[in-house]
């Protein structure tokens, strides 16, 4: 089936320094990729559509500088946290469609941001 | 904007039913998901449904969907402790960014 790959699974890094965070489709083409954010025992938050070729969608809230996007090819997105600050500590998850919607979407292991 | 809500938390015994509960806001959803995520680990699809059904059954776990009180059930058949983690219901809309939304998680705990 359809797999995303996630990469880092973890990182822990100093406050000040940048981030970046990959996704890759493995076996199928994203032309989308959905970037959510996931606080201890809450919800996944969407925080940004990347589209292949052009400018990420942002949701409201959210600093598009702080979060960069870059969605360059048909397998892979990127999510660049810059100057992270503790407060950026959390659980960041990509999410890709599949097969038409009733397949549902391929969610990515997730990137355990920590930091110090 | 789109709302999805569940309870937070649902303790059964192994080989007992688990019902979870989930309502969603708006009509226009066209699918909607369960997504089971184990600690530290990201989000697996059991299962989704077609918003014109109201049942479906797929090995153990049976959907239940009352679109008119947009109300979605995932029942777990014969519960095992490998069931313990957290289940998210959501929908899909085949309008504006397409994304999913999500709920905000029912914690399963199975007693041995």
């Known amino acids: 089936g359809a797999v995303v790959s996630q990469h880092p699974s973890w990182v822990i890094c100093k406050s000040g320094t940048s981030v970046k965070i990959e996704c890759r489709s493995l076996?199928?083409?994203?032309?989308?990729m959905f970037w959510y954010r996931q606080f201890p025992k809450q919800s996944l938050m969407l925080m940004a559509t990347?589209?292949?070729?052009?400018?990420?969608?942002?949701e409201q809230g959210v600093e598009k500088d702080k979060f960069l996007i870059n969605h360059a090819s048909l397998t892979l997105s990127t999510l660049t946290v810059t100057s992270a600050h503790p407060e950026d500590s959390s659980f960041y998850i990509c999410?890709?469609?599949?097969?038409?919607?009733?397949?549902?979407?391929?969610f990515g292991s997730g990137t355990r941001l920590t930091v110090v | 904007g789109e709302d999805v809500e569940q309870s937070l938390f649902l303790s059964v015994r192994e080989g007992d039913s688990s019902v979870i509960n989930c309502t969603y806001t708006?009509?226009?959803?066209?699918?909607l998901y369960w997504y089971k995520q184990e600690p530290g680990a990201g989000l697996q699809l059991l299962t989704y449904?077609?918003?014109?059904?109201d049942m479906k059954q797929d090995q153990r776990l049976t959907v239940l969907l009352n679109k008119k009180d947009k109300h979605l059930s995932l029942r777990i058949a014969d519960t095992q402790t490998g069931d313990s983690a957290i289940y998210f219901c959501?929908?899909?809309?085949?309008?504006?960014?397409?994304?999913?939304?999500f709920g905000s998680g029912t914690r399963l705990q199975v007693q041995p």
């Open positions: 999410s890709a469609p599949t097969l038409g919607t009733g397949n549902g979407y391929t």
């Open positions: 076996d199928f083409q994203a032309t989308t």
């Open positions: 990347s589209n292949e070729g052009s400018k990420a969608t942002y």
């Open positions: 708006d009509s226009s959803s066209t699918y």
């Open positions: 449904i077609f918003s014109n059904m």
């Open positions: 959501a929908d899909f809309m085949d309008t504006g960014r397409r994304a999913l939304t």
